[in-house]
Antibody
Framework: EVQLVESGGRVVQPGGSQRLSCSAS????????MFWVRQAPGKGPEYISS????????YYTDSVKGRFSISRDNSKNILYLQMNSLRPEDSAVYYC???????????????WGQGTLVTVSS | DIVLTQSPATMSVSPGERATLSCRASESININLAWFQQKPGQAPRLLIHGASTRATGVPDRFTGSGSGREFTLTIASLQSEDFAVYYC??????????FGQGTKLEIK
């Protein structure tokens, strides 16, 4: 069974930094691209970043480019999100999400963790 | 970026009735559309991918249809556990993957 467990969420001051982690189990972690999706209170989900299975390719949505950095350690089955220069609008639940290959097609947001809450406030 | 517009924003339906939710894309996304269900305090759950393929374990009262720019999620004979927020999401043109703003399905 796929398990994704996020950690690291906390209250951070504006301009501060925080690193989120996602511990993965139940599948061959190094074979799949991984994603971070966030959801602000009362809002819909928002894709923010993704990383290829090898870690060689990274993608970011415009609102976090230059501030957030995604990485992975395939030897430890952990996905990371380093968040710098945090703003109040970055306050959200951050989800770690896994893709899946179904009938030869790659579907991006199949399995989700339970999320970790980041609050940016002074 | 591709914009997904969902309608209506809120829908009030009685248990046992049918609900039809719409999602319109700002440009063609072929059939690269997914639907998610989200209940309070929970992560989104994948219901439909490829516009019409039910995910593992999803009851057959959930039906997705459409292609190009217009998509529909139909829930036949609503059960109490179906009252939730539903999001569509495209994975045709990325980054970024984009989500609709959601349709809240509430009990009438």
């Amino acid at each position: 069974e796929v398990q994704l467990v996020e950690s690291g969420g906390r209250v951070v001051q504006p301009g501060g930094s925080q690193r989120l982690s996602c511990s993965a189990s139940g599948f061959s972690f190094g074979s799949y691209a991984m994603f971070w999706v966030r959801q602000a209170p009362g809002k819909g989900p928002e894709y923010i970043s993704s990383i290829s299975s090898s870690g060689g390719s990274e993608y970011y949505t415009d609102s976090v480019k230059g501030r957030f950095s995604i990485s992975r350690d395939n030897s430890k089955n952990i996905l990371y999100l380093q968040m710098n220069s945090l703003r109040p609008e970055d306050s959200a639940v951050y989800y770690c999400v896994k893709e899946e290959a179904i009938s030869g097609l790659v579907i991006p947001f199949v399995s989700w963790g339970q999320g970790t809450l980041v609050t940016v406030s002074s | 970026d591709i914009v997904l517009t969902q309608s209506p924003a809120t829908m009030s339906v009685s248990p046992g009735e049918r609900a039809t939710l719409s999602c319109r894309a700002s440009e063609s996304i072929n059939i690269n559309l997914a639907w998610f269900q989200q209940k309070p305090g929970q992560a989104p759950r994948l219901l439909i991918h490829g516009a019409s393929t039910r995910a593992t374990g999803v009851p057959d009262r959930f039906t997705g249809s459409g292609s190009g720019r217009e998509f529909t999620l139909t829930i036949a004979s609503l059960q109490s556990e179906d009252f939730a927020v539903y999001y569509c999401q495209q994975y045709n043109n990325w980054p970024p993957y984009t989500f609709g703003q959601g349709t809240k399905l509430e009990i009438k």
